[in-house]
């Protein structure tokens, strides 16, 4: 082939295009159909809707999701799933490009086997991490992960390049992804974008280069430059002559000084500078917030956090306080210990150990020694950002934490991959072991009927469906489970539901901003909304709205017991004791107890639902009430010890 060909005709580009396109069928055939539990509903909702998430916001994640709810055909949770799901896809394409990188910079791989061979390599590395199961389930729901490991893999990747051609404009791009990021999931873009930035510190030292006006292609940078010479850049100064190669400190790439006029203070300020353009997705919260807040007609089913429109506010929302706050609990459940385990469960036992080896052969090589420790650092970054974020291994969201750090151990996977196969002497046994771990890989696509594929994810959906459904006319429905409160804001939004019932979720009632929000689109419901912190008066205030409409309540544990006593049960809520019916719970219908067997997301949403209930029943006395809650706990976590031991508090 000449050496001229297109770069689109390269065993790279087709890698890529390869690895890509699997990632993302293995997510569509696993994306969920309807609204999922967890934070999928909520941000299903505020991408339709253009609303305000959760702190810190995620408005890069509702702004990308927004694009996918223009396609044509399927539901608004299916098509926020194809945003995740695309970006995902994305990220697993940003791990071939990485372990491309890594081992193009190994001298001794790159001279010995090909580039087909390489990206041979660089696909088994990609495919593993995108067929992990918590990058599966990350990327096949309505969520801010996959997307945000996409950014933040790129940052690094454009980093990495800035430093490998000693073009600065890469490092631009990367510090503008980070600033996106941060207006993603700024922890996790944070501590993953050390990585870039350790990628991208050698320009400055390079950038006090001079150009030498008696050679067009030489330049000095002094005794300290010369420590930071790599050998493929000696290779580029061919146009040198030997007593400029005796020289201290040159390099010699050709026309490199053409990037480089920049010094370091402007280098410094351009990457700053692209950075706070990233961070301009930031200007998305008040203008929803401004845009939401003075149309009360919409009524309060689009979601709207906070109240972004002072700085006060934004503050409150892009840092995230509402968290830190929840901090003693979330780590009460944590388990730091198991943090070196994960990613085994995820990547397997051997491409772990591999990717020690990898670090190993990076650091140890001058040439590779800022790229190993760039990938490191980007690692180490995702793993603190677990932690902190309280490392339950139960909870899928930390495997999103762990998205960019699952990653980079794929990277080092590769790169030890690729040095093995230097070792080996015959071709054929070269491609035989490529051919294993690409096909050890590919074995790992997820299956139709295991979890996480979520295809068949649509019990939680239709459980808050059916309980809509049965509510009397006019009904004003109080809800406190958050994703119950985020499962009937996507079916009053998105789907339409039930637009002559009144709504507030209670949780959020506490909050100023919201309870203003409720007052000025449900006028009936002002006197509950502002009395949460008061138990008599917002019993006086039920009773006085329960004249003008049904009054439904969803249990909670923290509801006051002035409201409790006065309360009975009716249908899968409750409601005033003159409204209680003596009619059984309908049961959970099979199907939906066999996705819950599955489906941990799942059976944890209907449990919680059922205990809730039965702890209530049994409090105030509701026996056969509580007898049918046991009985659906019996089917969707008999071995749950909280269950027994309410189960023998209660007889």
Same mark, same amino acid.
């Given at each position: 082939m000449p050496e001229n060909r297109s770069? &689109?005709?390269?065993?790279?580009?087709?890698?890529? &295009?390869?690895?890509?396109l699997l990632a993302f069928a293995a997510y569509v055939l696993c994306a969920t159909p309807t609204a999922y539990p967890l934070d999928s509903a909520e941000l299903a909702t505020a991408a339709f809707g253009l609303g305000v998430a959760h702190p810190p916001g995620e408005g890069s994640t509702l702004l990308w999701a927004k694009l996918f709810t223009l396609l044509p055909s399927g539901s608004v949770a299916f098509?926020?799933?194809?945003?995740q799901a695309a970006a995902g896809a994305l990220a697993a394409v940003m791990v071939f490009l990485l372990t491309l990188e890594a081992t193009r910079k190994l001298a001794v791989v790159s001279e010995s086997i090909s580039e087909r061979a390489r990206s041979g390599v660089a696909a088994a590395a990609a495919l593993a991490f995108a067929f992990a199961p918590g990058v599966v389930i990350v990327s096949s729901r309505a969520e801010v992960y996959a997307l945000q490991t996409a950014l933040s893999l790129g940052a690094l990747w454009l980093a990495l390049r800035a430093y490998a051609s000693a073009d600065a404009r890469h490092a631009f791009l990367a510090a503008m992804l980070i600033g996106f990021g941060v207006g993603n999931h700024s922890m996790v873009a944070g501590l993953v974008g050390l990585g870039a930035v350790a990628a991208s510190l050698p320009l400055l030292v390079r950038t006090t280069a001079r150009k030498d006006p008696r050679e067009d292609r030489c330049v000095d940078l002094g005794g300290r430059g010369a420590r930071l010479a790599r050998r493929e850049e000696e290779e580029y100064s061919t146009d040198c002559d030997d007593e400029q190669r005796r020289q201290p400190g040159w390099i010699g790439r050709p026309n490199s000084h053409r990037h480089l006029r920049a010094g370091p203070k402007r280098l410094v300020f351009l990457s700053v500078a692209a950075f706070a353009v990233g961070l301009l997705v930031h200007a998305y919260l008040p203008l929803r917030a401004f845009a939401l807040f003075a149309a009360p007609d919409r009524g309060i089913d689009n979601i709207l956090w906070g109240d972004p429109r002072s700085w006060q506010g934004f503050w409150w929302m892009v840092s995230a306080r509402t968290f830190s706050e929840k901090a003693a &609990?979330?780590?009460?459940?944590?388990?730091p210990a198991d943090l070196p385990f994960l990613p085994i469960e995820e990547l397997g036992t051997i491409f772990v150990l591999l990717a020690a080896a990898g670090a190993y052969v990076l650091l140890r090589r001058r040439e590779t020694r800022v790229a190993g420790l760039a990938l490191l650092v980007g690692a180490a970054g995702s793993m603190v950002a677990a932690l902190v974020g309280g490392l339950d291994p139960e909870n899928p969201d930390i495997r999103g934490y762990l998205g960019p750090a699952l990653a980079l151990v794929a990277v080092l996977s590769g790169t030890a991959i690729a040095m093995a196969l230097c070792v080996l002497r015959v071709r054929q046994l070269r491609a035989v072991l490529m051919l294993v771990f690409l096909l050890g890989s590919l074995a790992r696509f997820p299956l139709a009927d295991e979890y996480p594929n979520l295809r068949?994810?649509?019990?939680?959906?239709?459980?808050?469906?059916?309980m809509l459904a049965e509510l009397p006319a006019r009904a004003a429905l109080f809800t406190y489970h958050f994703e119950t409160g985020f499962l009937v804001g996507y079916h009053r939004l998105v789907e339409g539901a039930r637009p002559d019932m009144a709504w507030a979720h209670l949780a959020f009632a506490g909050n100023s901003a919201y309870a203003r929000r409720v007052s000025e689109a449900e006028p009936e419901l002002r006197g509950v909304a502002e009395a949460q912190r008061d138990p008599a008066r917002l019993a006086e205030e039920i009773s006085r709205l329960d004249r003008i409409r049904p009054v439904r309540i969803e249990p909670n544990l923290t509801t006051p017991a002035e409201i409790r006593r006065g309360l009975g049960p009716a249908g899968d809520l409750w409601?005033?004791?003159?409204?209680?019916?003596?009619?059984?719970?309908?049961? &959970?219908?099979?199907?939906?107890?066999?996705?819950?067997?599955d489906n941990r997301q799942t059976r944890g949403y209907l449990a919680w639902r059922n205990y809730i209930d039965a702890a209530w029943s049994c409090e105030l006395g509701f026996t056969e009430r509580a007898r049918e809650r046991f009985a659906e706990l019996e089917r969707l976590v008999p071995q749950d010890e909280r269950f027994r031991e309410l189960q023998k508090q209660c007889r």
């Open positions: 770069a &689109l005709q390269s065993p790279s580009a087709w890698g890529a &295009l390869g690895v890509g098509k926020v799933a194809l945003s &609990l979330v780590h009460g459940n944590a388990s068949q994810a649509r019990a939680a959906a239709s459980e808050v469906g059916d409601a005033l004791a003159s409204h209680t019916s003596p009619a059984p719970a309908r049961p &959970l219908p099979a199907w939906a107890v066999a996705e819950a067997a």
